[in-house]
């Protein structure tokens, strides 16, 4: 049974058209991440949620953002895209940080497209 | 320097060989280690986490040595299902900066 629920599995947007990725869990974790992840790359960090608190890395543009409205469901928000954000988008969850409990498990990522 | 390194590869092996990865990491505060697997396009899925006294699942094998900060992973009688790129990831969670660092990845291809 998926644990870690990312739709669309592809999405295709304009340039500089707004667009949501959507992700959910069933896993009742702590703590979801978004990933950005771009061919042949390591996937990057760009935000965490522990519960309902926020964590944005230094180095995410502001161009990203992120709601969890309830555990969940977490959200990536990307207000203008433009032809380098295109790559794949990983959520990920883990139970807790730190001590053994921060395991991450990943969703299969949404594939974003901007022409 | 990169916060973790790997050798990107390709490591090109025939079918039931051993191979090993190394992956060094320079934040000595660094708590949690794993290794993840990634097939192509696909998520990354995790393979093991790795404990400073070693463990061993199967065939695989991991090792941390915290002294010369470095984790690795031991592949023993290689299958062609291993064929994928092994994402070695740190974690400190008491970081101020990221606190979960991926390596690049090692890509890994066995032949029949």
């Known amino acids: 049974d998926a644990m870690v629920i990312q739709n669309p599995r592809y999405q295709v947007t304009q340039f500089g058209k707004p667009v949501t990725l959507s992700c959910s869990q069933t896993?009742?974790?702590?703590?979801m991440y978004w990933y950005q992840q771009k061919s042949s790359q390591a996937p990057k960090l760009l935000f965490h949620y522990y519960d309902k608190d926020f964590n944005n890395e230094a180095d995410t543009p502001d161009n990203f953002q992120s709601r969890r409205p309830n555990t969940s469901f977490c959200f990536l928000d990307i207000r203008s895209p433009g032809l380098g954000d295109a790559a794949m988008y990983l959520c990920?969850?883990?139970?807790?940080?730190?001590?053994?409990?921060?395991?991450?498990?990943f969703g299969p990522g949404t594939r974003l497209t901007v022409l | 320097r990169k916060e973790v390194e790997q050798d990107p590869g390709p490591f090109n092996v025939p079918e039931g060989a051993t191979v090993a990865f190394n992956c060094t990491y320079s934040n000595s505060a660094s708590q949690s280690f794993f290794w993840y697997r990634q097939d192509c396009r696909k998520e990354p899925k995790l393979l093991m986490s790795?404990?400073?006294s070693g463990n061993e699942d199967g065939r695989f094998t991991a090792q941390l040595n915290r002294a010369s900060q470095y984790i690795s992973l031991l592949i023993r009688d290689s299958k062609l299902s291993d064929s994928a790129t092994y994402l070695c990831?740190?974690?400190?969670?008491?970081?101020?900066?990221?606190?979960?660092?991926f390596g690049s990845g090692t890509r890994l291809s066995i032949r029949p």
């Open positions: 990831v740190v974690n400190n969670p008491y970081s101020s900066a990221s606190k979960i660092i």
């Open positions: 990920a969850t883990s139970r807790d940080i730190g001590g053994g409990t921060d395991t991450q498990y």
């Open positions: 896993l009742n974790h702590n703590v």
């Open positions: 790795v404990y400073s």
